[in-house]
């Protein structure tokens, strides 16, 4: 098993940047492919962006594309999103995730996933 926390997250203004962390402990993160989620209030969990276990495949959801970018470093067992150009529309709780997929951009799919980390983008 794998045990995830996430951290980063926080308030900005709308433009601005985030970095998001993901840490991994237990079994090595470089076993999983990654992805990060989002989910606001009354709505689904929703993919935002997922990476192999070697970068060699990268997904993002359309609404992210050319702002986020997702990144591992399998020596610090941690997985990275860094969030430019933020939008109101981006406020949720950001969750990590691990699945044993190639890769994939379904919730349902993955195994295991930290609590989460709240992003709020002010307008």
């Known amino acids: 098993q794998v045990q995830l926390v996430e951290s980063g997250g926080g308030l900005v203004q709308a433009g601005g940047s985030l970095r998001l962390s993901c840490a991994a402990s237990?079994?090595?993160?470089?076993?999983?492919?990654m992805g990060w989620f989002r989910q606001a209030p009354g709505k689904e969990r929703d993919i935002v962006a997922a990476i192999s276990r070697i970068s060699s495949r990268i997904y993002y959801a359309d609404s992210v594309k050319g702002r986020f970018t997702i990144s591992r470093d399998n020596a610090k067992n941690t997985v990275y999103l860094q969030m430019n150009s933020l939008k109101p529309e981006d406020t949720a709780v950001y969750y990590c995730a691990a699945t044993t997929y190639i890769l994939s951009s379904t919730s349902q799919e993955y195994n295991y996933w930290g609590q989460g980390t709240q992003v709020t983008v002010s307008s």
């Open positions: 237990g079994r090595t993160l470089s076993s999983y492919a």
